[in-house]
Nanobody, 122 residues
Framework: QVQLVETGGGLVQAGGSLRLSCAASGSIFSVSGMGWYRQTPGKQREVVASITLGGIKNYADFVKGRFTISRDNAKNMAFLQMNSLKPEDTAVYYC????????????????WGQGTQVTVSS
């Protein structure tokens, strides 16, 4: 079994900062790409940022220059540093990871955390 747990959400004023953490645990052989997504009521979940095992990063246009994704491969963790937050960043933020559980089978599956609420007040 695999679990992804996000922490670090909360309420912050516009212009402030938050740092989200995502920890993957359980029966894990290897973690490939990791990413952060967000969702607001009535809207589809959208990608915010992603990072490969080798550290290649991609960002949605609406967070470029404000958010930074990073990871700790030894701990199977990902982070999202969010600066200059705007009210429109308010959403539930989800962590995603592509994980291989069995060293004898080259199968990768996507896992999701339960989400953490980020609320930015104006």
């Amino acid at each position: 079994q695999v679990q992804l747990v996000e922490t670090g959400g909360g309420l912050v004023q516009a212009g402030g900062s938050l740092r989200l953490s995502c920890a993957a645990s359980g029966s894990i052989f290897s973690v490939s790409g990791m990413g952060w997504y967000r969702q607001t009521p009535g809207k589809q979940r959208e990608v915010v940022a992603s990072i490969t095992l080798g550290g290649i990063k991609n960002y949605a246009d609406f967070v470029k220059g404000r958010f930074t994704i990073s990871r700790d491969n030894a701990k199977n963790m990902a982070f999202l540093q969010m600066n200059s937050l705007k009210p429109e960043d308010t959403a539930v933020y989800y962590c995603n990871a592509r994980i291989r559980r069995n060293p004898l089978q080259p199968r990768w599956d996507d896992y999701w955390g339960q989400g953490t609420q980020v609320t930015v007040s104006s």
